[in-house]
């Protein structure tokens, strides 16, 4: 496991924000960490990163203690926080060649122009960071965080300002370095479009602990009568609601045979599904 997360529990004054959480990743994995606002997840986050101690539980990211480990394996990590970074008078090109440097004792770091297509940023090489647009500023973070090559990458809401196109993009760079480079992603997300496209599997954080976990489609069972289906008779419109559509809709063509028309099919979606176990959870 890349990984192992344990009993982790955060206690900040007498609450306990995260309350037993328990979670392992894979290499290679997309994982999105979802939950209403303050679950827990930059909390989470942080813990594994090394930036915050936590109160209690066991956690191993690449063999070591967050908490206590070295800068060796810092140089495998790769960190898109929520907030800005402050390098305003930097050019863009200039400050991803110097922070590529910082990782040449430990390993290999992406090629600047590389770098720079790759977040779509190549026509920015010079420009000063203070003047980039907040959504050319988050591509930059995304840059950051990947030019050391990371075995392991966090992205903390990391389509935050993204353009449609720009998202697709980043999308698809993540799903690249995930299977290509054997990147491990942990990303937390409130758009749940996005998990689903992402994430081999989705953690839902809610009052403190993973209330649920699993593919789209593992999730989306655990609800059930979610499936909707819509159909005409004679022209009269009917809709029901059915945890097996496609044995629904095998039934109504034995009953209605050439009589059946306008016949829709709208499967549960994870956003029924996240919203159904958070209101359960609340
Ligand atoms: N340093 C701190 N001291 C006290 N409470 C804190 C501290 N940091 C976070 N919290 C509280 O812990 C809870 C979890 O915060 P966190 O930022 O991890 O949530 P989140 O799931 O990332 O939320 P969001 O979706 O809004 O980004 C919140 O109630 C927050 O107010």
């Not at 790769?78 to 922070?99: A, C, F, P, T």
């Not at 300002?161 to 480079?181: C, I, K, N, T, Y």
């Not at 159909?231 to 559509?245: I, M």
Request: negative net charge; hydrophobic residues 40%; contains cysteine.
């Amino acid at each position: 496991m890349v990984m192992t997360v344990d009993g982790l529990r955060m206690r900040y004054g007498d609450t306990d924000v995260l309350d037993g959480v328990s979670f392992e990743a894979r290499p290679g994995e997309v994982l999105a960490l979802l939950g209403p606002n303050g679950a827990g997840k930059s909390t989470t986050i942080e813990i594994l990163e090394g930036f915050r101690l936590r109160s209690a539980g066991h956690v191993d990211v690449l063999g070591a203690d967050p908490a206590t480990a070295g800068e060796r394996w810092r140089s495998r990590i790769g960190i898109v926080l929520q907030s800005w970074r402050d390098h305003g008078n930097w050019r863009v090109g200039e400050l991803l060649q110097h922070l590529g440097s910082c990782y040449t004792p430990y390993r290999s770091p992406w090629p600047t122009a590389e770098l720079l297509d790759a977040v779509g940023l190549t026509e920015h090489s010079g420009q000063k960071i203070k003047t980039l647009s907040g959504g050319q500023r988050r591509r930059l973070d995304v840059a950051i965080g990947i030019v050391g090559r990371p075995d392991v990458l966090f992205l903390d809401e990391p389509t935050t300002g993204f353009d449609p196109e720009a998202r697709s993009e980043f999308h698809e760079l993540v799903r690249r370095l995930a299977a290509e480079q054997g990147t491990t992603v942990l990303l937390t997300t409130h758009d749940l479009d996005e998990a689903s496209k992402l994430a081999h599997r989705i953690l839902v954080l809610a009052a403190g602990r993973i209330i649920a976990s699993g593919s789209v489609p593992d999730l989306t069972q655990l609800i059930a009568g979610e499936d909707e289906v819509g159909w005409t008779v004679d022209g009269q419109r009917f809709r029901k609601s059915t945890s097996d559509a496609t044995a629904f809709v095998r039934e109504l063509f034995a009953t209605y045979g050439d009589a059946l028309g306008e016949l829709d099919v709208r499967r549960a979606s994870l956003e029924d599904t996240y919203l159904a176990l958070v209101r359960e959870q609340a």
